[in-house]
């Protein structure tokens, strides 16, 4: 008897909540739920921007429901925080809500500056490099969040050595025993190799600019003029870069 009543509570306790994660209302494809507590769409109209696409149908496609132009969710920043449509969804902070846990700063400020968009307390978010040979390509990560990716150009015959090393140095122009310089130098493990820009004989003359994208250097790993500046200024000395 005890059991029954209390599958029969679970019943009538579970059942409605169910439906209502299921439940949506204008039919466009995307849950109330959802509309609600992610996208921040309206449930009760389906084509929330009023641009002809519904809201699925911009989702799905990569676009902003939040904005009657086509813009890609990467390029769209509804509550003006600094913080893309995209990266908000990643981060799952409130894309309608400049300051989505109410410390005072906002989610692209909280973001930018490393720290959790989602906890008032100054809770700091883990950085993370990884750079993948195969495919040659640096991403790099914040709270397990991809923030970006860019072509590299490794060590030819597999001589990028393979692991896990912390950031030693980060020095704004090195000089290579190769007789070169490498701008933006981020020395790895105990700094015999490490990720620099394209490297520049002095000549002057810049060293494999469309070797980017193939396994080309001494075992550095190089990145583009543009891409090498920003993860030089975004590194941190003692984090973790990840090669595989
Ligand atoms: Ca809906
Ligand atoms: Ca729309
Ligand atoms: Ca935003
Ligand atoms: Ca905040």
């Known amino acids: 008897m005890k059991i029954f009543v209390i599958i029969f509570c679970l019943l009538i306790f579970t059942t409605p909540a169910i439906a209502n994660a299921n439940l949506d209302s204008d039919n466009d494809g995307v849950s109330d739920e959802d509309e609600i507590k992610i996208y921040r769409t309206d449930q009760f109209k389906a084509d929330t921007d009023g641009d002809g696409y519904n809201d699925w149908q911009e989702l799905n496609n990569g676009f902003s429901p939040h904005n009657f ?3 890609k969710l990467e390029d769209n ?15 799952h902070t409130n894309l309608n809500n400049p300051d989505t846990d109410g410390d005072g700063y906002k989610d692209g400020e909280e973001i930018k500056n490393r720290f959790d968009p989602l906890k008032g307390d100054k809770v700091k978010l883990d950085k993370k490099i990884e750079i993948n040979t195969k495919k040659q390509e640096l991403s790099y990560y914040l709270g397990g969040v991809k923030l970006g990716e860019f072509s590299v150009s490794s060590g030819k015959n597999n ?17 290579s025993p190769y007789g070169l310089w490498m701008p933006y130098w981020i020395g790895l493990g105990t700094g015999k190799f490490g990720i620099h820009e394209l490297p520049i004989w002095p000549s002057g003359y810049r060293e494999g600019e469309n070797h ?15 891409p090498a500046k920003l993860i030089y200024d975004w ?7 990840k090669i595989y």
């Not at 590194?235 to 870069?241: L, T």
Request: positive net charge.
């Open 159 to 175: 001589s990028t050595p393979k692991g896990t090393y912390k950031v030693l140095n980060k020095i704004t122009k090195a000089w």
């Open 69 to 71: 132009r086509q813009v």
């Open 77 to 91: 920043d509804t509550d003006g925080d600094g913080l893309s449509d995209r990266m908000e969804l990643n981060f």
């Open 235 to 241: 590194a941190e000395k003692g984090m973790s870069v």
């Open 212 to 226: 980017l994208g193939h396994p080309v250097s001494h075992g550095c790993i190089r990145l583009g003029i543009g």
